[in-house]
């Protein structure tokens, strides 16, 4: 029954066409969704984040305060804990660099900080002790006001040269400032608060 077959021989190749089109939209759904993978990739883990660097905590060792009104003066120790954090998908390490304390603009102690890493998606916590001295104070400054009014504020800051690593592949240099504000309670020998920019 040749009208039959003719019927059959169009049915199949419609068929086909019908399944050929159906791969080509497979091929079509990969290529978008293996484009929308890499597309994730390079924005999330190939991103290079700025590692975020802060004094997290701090406690007062001592605090000796002199407020004789013609040379106040303060020797304070301090034990800070800094934080590094890392959001890469890949380690940050970073070069030996210093801490520096001051009261207004002028340096009233340093400490070192070691080079070593932050890891993958993490905080890397550092601990330094530091002497301030206020012997380097000049004598026409606010510090006498500042300890009467019992509420000494200090800035520290530091900077840090390293390279963000990702996949452990891809390196990349970036530097991290730590700018932060401590107050300190002059009576309670405490730190009250601490914000960083
Ligand atoms: C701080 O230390 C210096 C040097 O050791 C000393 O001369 C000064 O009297 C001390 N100040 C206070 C307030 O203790
Ligand atoms: C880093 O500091 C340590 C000790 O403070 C020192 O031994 C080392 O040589 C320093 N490294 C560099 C590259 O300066
Ligand atoms: C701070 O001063 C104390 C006493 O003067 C001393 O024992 C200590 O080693 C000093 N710490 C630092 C980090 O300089």
Request: a positive charge; proline letters at 2%.
């Amino acid at each position: 029954m040749p009208a039959n077959h003719a019927k059959h021989d169009i049915e199949s190749s419609e068929l086909r066409k019908k399944k050929r089109m159906k791969c080509l939209a497979y091929v079509a759904a990969f290529a978008v969704f293996q484009t929308a993978i890499i597309l994730i990739f390079v924005l999330t883990i190939m991103k290079v984040r700025t590692p975020k660097f802060r004094v997290r905590s701090a406690n007062v060792e001592s605090f000796e305060v002199d407020r004789a009104a013609n040379n106040p003066s303060f020797n304070l120790t301090m034990n800070a804990e800094l934080g590094v954090k890392n959001a890469n998908f890949g380690n940050y390490k970073f070069q030996n660099s210093t801490i520096v304390f001051y009261y207004g603009d002028v340096s009233v102690g340093e400490a070192v900080i070691r080079k070593t890493k932050a890891g993958w998606r993490s905080t890397k916590k550092l601990n330094v002790v530091v002497n301030l001295s206020s012997n380097v104070v000049p004598s026409n400054s606010q510090l006498g006001n500042d300890l009467n009014s019992g509420v000494l504020t200090l800035h520290s800051r530091s900077t840090l040269n390293g390279k963000v690593e990702l996949l452990f592949i891809f390196k990349k240099k970036k530097s991290i400032k730590m700018d932060c504000t401590l107050t300190i309670a002059v009576t309670d020998k405490n730190v009250r608060g601490i914000s960083c920019k």
